[in-house]
């Protein structure tokens, strides 16, 4: 489990801390994200909405769902009912903003919760989606067994998160982006100067592949696949109960 946490002075645990850094950037989050990312993480959750859609859902959990982006693309699918939950109150509040903006607040639903006690019974959702949010767990297993809980048998579950490219020389360009650069314009433009950086740290500890696709065996997903995303610098998981 990774012990990598936002801030290295701090006696709070790594849920407290995270929550408080998410609040901290959350007013530069989506400008960041799309210059750290060069937009790309755009074409990353279309593709989690793509495969989603094919099993039609009618209930979406969006886990760690942020500013919401991700639930505001899984609007186009013909879901009747999506929940944005996120342990971040400063994300989840310009989230609500986007969707209020977007007329969309009769289907998307955002609530304040942690993905390692959801608010939920067992078996509530058809399909449960969580983008670059399941490396900031404090415990994985205990938020992937969360998940399990309340997807419904059959339901379908959708992972994006960072990953390495394994291949030369795109494994040494990206190692030189995350370690130098990413952080760099974290400091430059984000008030939070350990938040890019605890961002980069933990994406190089954190299993991807198939150690990720062996972590969701072991909780009880099935059908398990992964599909690395413009090199291997994300991967998307897809499995089912
Ligand atoms: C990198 S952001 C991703 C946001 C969004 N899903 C996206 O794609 O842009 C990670 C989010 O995970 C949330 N998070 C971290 N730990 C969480 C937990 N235990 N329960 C719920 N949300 C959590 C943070 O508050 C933050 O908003």
């Known amino acids: 489990m990774s012990k990598v946490k936002p801030y290295k002075n701090s006696a709070l645990g790594k849920k407290e801390q995270v929550t408080k850094m998410f609040d901290n950037i959350s007013g530069d989050y989506d400008g960041l994200n799309r210059v750290i990312s060069f937009g790309i993480d755009i074409k990353w959750r279309k593709n989690v909405v793509k495969i989603i859609n094919k099993s039609n859902p009618e209930s979406i959990l969006d886990i760690a769902t942020g500013t919401g982006d991700l639930a505001i693309n899984l609007a186009e699918t013909h879901a009747t009912k999506i929940v944005g939950l996120d342990i971040s109150s400063g994300m989840l509040e310009i989230g609500k903003e986007k969707v209020k903006k977007k007329g969309l607040d009769s289907k998307i ?133």
Do not use: C, H, W
């Not at 605890?198 to 398990?224: C, D, M, T, W």
């Open 109 to 241: 639903e955002m609530v304040l919760g942690d993905s390692e006690k959801l608010p939920f019974k067992n078996d509530t959702f058809d399909a449960i989606t969580v983008a670059f949010g399941v490396r900031n767990f404090e415990n994985l297993d205990n938020g992937l067994k969360e998940i399990y809980r309340v997807l419904k048998p059959n339901g379908t579950f959708v992972i994006l998160e960072t990953s390495i490219p394994t291949k030369t020389p795109f494994k040494q360009g990206y190692n030189l982006y995350t370690k130098n650069i990413m952080p760099l314009i974290g400091k430059i433009f984000s008030k939070d100067r350990s938040a890019y950086q605890y961002l980069s740290e933990s994406a190089s500890v954190f299993p991807y592949g198939e150690a990720l696709n062996n972590i969701l065996r072991k909780i009880g997903f099935i059908n398990v696949e992964d599909f690395p995303q413009t090199l291997g610098v994300a991967t998307i998981y897809k499995s089912s109960k």
